[in-house]
Nanobody, 122 residues
């Protein structure tokens, strides 16, 4: 499966963004999906990971209550909805997929989209 992330940009603190992760080559129904981010000088962090059905989800404490995941089966696309964004959310965001676990460690994920930059600043 190939993944393409999009939707990043510059947003003011308190604002919202929706990132998209469009898949091709296979249906996302077969994969657990993870959203990761990497800020300058920091390790890549798993922030929200979900089973293929999105019934099971993991949220990092830093995004709990602010970020949600959804899926459009017809478009073969997964979304990361982000609200109440904070400057510390500034990072390159990646979507990733794997076929066997929704554990939120980057090492488990075999397929990666290119990153999309999110900058939260006034």
């Amino acid at each position: 499966v190939q993944l393409q992330a999009s939707g990043g940009g510059l947003v003011q603190p308190g604002g919202s963004l929706r990132l998209s992760c469009a898949a091709s080559g296979d249906t996302l129904d077969n994969y657990a999906i993870g959203w990761f981010r990497q800020a300058p000088g920091k390790e890549r962090e798993g922030i929200l990971c979900a089973s293929s059905s999105t019934r099971n989800k993991y949220y990092a404490d830093s995004v709990k209550g602010r970020f949600t995941i959804s899926r459009d089966i017809a478009k073969n696309t997964v979304y990361l909805q982000m609200i109440n964004l904070k400057p510390e959310d500034t990072a390159v965001y990646y979507c990733a997929a794997n076929g066997y676990t929704w554990a939120c460690q980057a090492s488990h994920y075999d397929y990666w989209g290119q990153g999309t930059q999110v900058t939260v600043s006034s």
